[in-house]
């Protein structure tokens, strides 16, 4: 089975940080793209952040840049998501993603988490 696991959502404080990381099995990850998207209530399901195989590719939405961290560690096939002073905004069920080259829009991705609630309260 290939499961991406997500683990370090949580409650926090509006300005305050949160780290997010999804560790990926069953299969082997090379030359994916990994990602974040992010679902509120009542919204469509948005990208949020992704990351090449190498690294060297990353891309951000407006709404996160200078906010948000996206890194991967291929050894342990884990990508993560540093998020810094957070909004109220920011809440929303935070998905993990892996898709074959680059990540595009949810409908093309390959692989998801079940997802972390991150909650940001004023």
């Known amino acids: 089975q290939v499961q991406l696991v997500e683990s370090g959502g949580g409650l926090v404080r509006t300005g305050g940080s949160l780290g997010l990381s999804c560790a990926a099995s069953?299969?082997?990850?090379?030359?994916?793209?990994m990602g974040w998207f992010r679902q509120a209530p009542g919204k469509e399901r948005e990208f949020v952040a992704a990351?090449?195989?190498?690294?060297?590719?990353?891309y951000y939405t407006d709404s996160v840049k200078g906010r948000f961290t996206i890194s991967r560690d291929n050894a342990k096939n884990t990508v993560y998501l540093q998020m810094n002073s957070l909004k109220p905004e920011d809440t929303a069920v935070y998905y993990c993603a892996s898709q074959r080259g680059t990540i595009t829009v949810p409908t093309t991705v390959d692989y998801w988490g079940q997802g972390t609630q991150v909650t940001v309260s004023s």
């Open positions: 069953g299969r082997t990850f090379s030359g994916y793209a």
């Open positions: 990351i090449s195989w190498s690294g060297g590719s990353i």
